[in-house]
């Protein structure tokens, strides 16, 4: 089945198969949905407003042109459910002693996070040594999110949990890619 995105849209096209409301097992029904993307003029424009607010390092810049990129990322896919984009800071991060040295070293941090009940992203512009996040970095960070808000939101998809599943990551990329080198 193809579902297409708003307003007879030709820039999205979600695959499922014929039964897909019949599956049940969460990964599978995630494993079974997957999209074509192609993005419109409102998404470039969009898209370059939040390139060029990441170089002036301002995060209300950041915030406003993110939420408009989110905004019209919603209308494109079909999402009634409005999303809000938060700006923080430094990312958390967890560090551990290397015990070779004896320094602590960052093995893991946090790029952003999309919290379901309350429709929110949460997006860290500065890495856990307070440097500016890289755009692409950020962009990626910003669709992984969308990503988790579509799982939830969408009326075709609409998963108890979104999950990082192999179908996750192909949605994902069939956004990011196009994007990246606008």
């Given amino acids: 089945?193809?579902?297409?995105?708003?307003?007879?849209?030709?820039?999205?096209?979600?695959?499922?198969?014929?039964?897909?409301?019949?599956?049940?097992?969460?990964?599978?029904?995630?494993?079974?949905?997957?999209?074509?993307?192609?993005?419109?003029?409102?998404?470039?424009?969009?898209?370059?407003?939040?390139?060029?607010?990441?170089?002036?390092?301002?995060?209300?810049?950041?915030?406003?042109?993110?939420?408009?990129?989110?905004?019209?990322?919603?209308?494109?896919?079909?999402?009634?459910?409005?999303?809000?984009?938060?700006?923080?800071?430094?990312?958390?991060?967890?560090?551990?002693?290397?015990?070779?040295?004896?320094?602590?070293r960052i093995i893991a941090s946090t790029h952003g996070k999309y919290y379901p009940a309350r429709s929110a992203i949460a997006l860290y512009t500065l890495t856990s040594t307070g440097r500016r996040v890289a755009y692409k970095t950020l962009l990626n960070t910003l669709v992984h999110e969308f990503c988790h808000h579509m799982d939830y939101k969408h009326p075709l998809l609409m998963l108890q949990r979104s999950l990082h599943t192999k179908g996750f990551y192909e949605r994902l990329n069939s956004i990011y890619a196009p994007l990246k080198d606008i």
């Fill in 1 to 104: 089945m193809f579902f297409g995105g708003r307003k007879g849209s030709r820039a999205v096209s979600f695959k499922t198969p014929r039964l897909y409301n019949s599956i049940k097992d969460p990964y599978k029904r995630s494993n079974s949905v997957s999209l074509e993307f192609t993005p419109n003029t409102a998404i470039i424009v969009a898209l370059e407003l939040f390139r060029e607010s990441l170089h002036t390092g301002r995060d209300d810049l950041v915030q406003r042109s993110g939420q408009n990129l989110l905004n019209i990322l919603n209308e494109t896919f079909g999402i009634d459910s409005e999303v809000e984009l938060v700006i923080r800071g430094n990312r958390p991060a967890r560090r551990k002693v290397d015990p070779n040295t004896g320094k602590k």
